[in-house]
């Protein structure tokens, strides 16, 4: 496809569960971005990954938010024992080079945490 | 706190009413300023970069500007398919790491 794909597009767990949110960022896009959109919010930053290393983790809200990309494309964000707090849009995002910008961001996954 | 504060936070047009939305920033040394547009449901899409006062960029029936200490986004005879939430969002301590407003939410009316 043309774009960032992210999947599911809906996300439904019971407090306490674990998830993966997946991404696939555009073919050939060196950095890939996580972030996450709280109702009537603009994105906050969570983290970013340029190829496989993760360059920056400083806006991940706990240590049971974990993101991963090992080969370099695909990216999963894992949220461990969920919390209603945790209830957002997590959006992808990814950029052609080492210069990160311009982001361009997948539809996201909403997640509720019930 | 480094803050991006966008205003108003909901406008209503007529079609064919231009107007303008403000976006201002308190950091020194700004190394960019982009706004995005979002539709209901969607992922945010780019429409500009700005990086130094007096930069103006254009679009279709948007035009971007950049002062020291805001940005603008002029929107010239709206029509309804305008109708979008406008995030401006500025460039933070590492790459990628953009400091998004809350956004202005506007809607044009036939």
């Known amino acids: 496809g043309a774009g960032v794909s992210q999947s599911p597009r809906y996300k439904v767990a019971k407090r306490g569960q674990d998830v993966a949110l997946r991404c696939d960022p555009i073919s050939g896009h060196v950095s890939l971005f996580w972030y996450q959109q709280a109702l009537g919010q603009g994105p906050e930053f969570l983290t970013y990954f340029q190829n496989e290393a993760q360059l920056d983790k400083s806006g991940l809200p706990s240590d049971r938010f974990f993101a991963e990309r090992p080969e370099g494309s695909v990216s999963t964000l894992k949220i461990q024992r969920t919390q209603q707090e945790d209830s957002a849009v997590y959006l992808c995002a990814s950029s052609l080079g080492q210069e990160a910008v311009p982001l361009h961001f997948g539809n996201g996954t909403r997640l509720t945490v019930t | 706190e480094d803050q991006v504060t966008q205003s108003p936070e909901a406008l209503r047009l007529q079609e064919g009413e231009s107007s303008s939305l403000n976006c201002s920033y308190t950091v020194s040394g700004l190394r960019g300023l982009f706004w995005y547009r979002q539709d209901p449901g969607k992922g945010p899409e780019f429409l500009f970069t700005?990086?130094?006062a007096g930069e103006e960029k254009e679009k279709e029936r948007l035009k971007a500007t950049l002062t020291k200490k805001e940005s603008f986004l002029h929107i010239t005879a709206p029509k309804p398919e305008d109708s979008a939430t406008y995030l401006c969002?500025?460039?933070?301590?590492?790459?990628?790491?953009?400091?998004f407003g809350k956004g202005t939410k506007l809607s044009v009316k036939p």
């Open positions: 700005l990086y130094s």
């Open positions: 969002a500025r460039e933070g301590g590492s790459q990628g790491n953009l400091i």
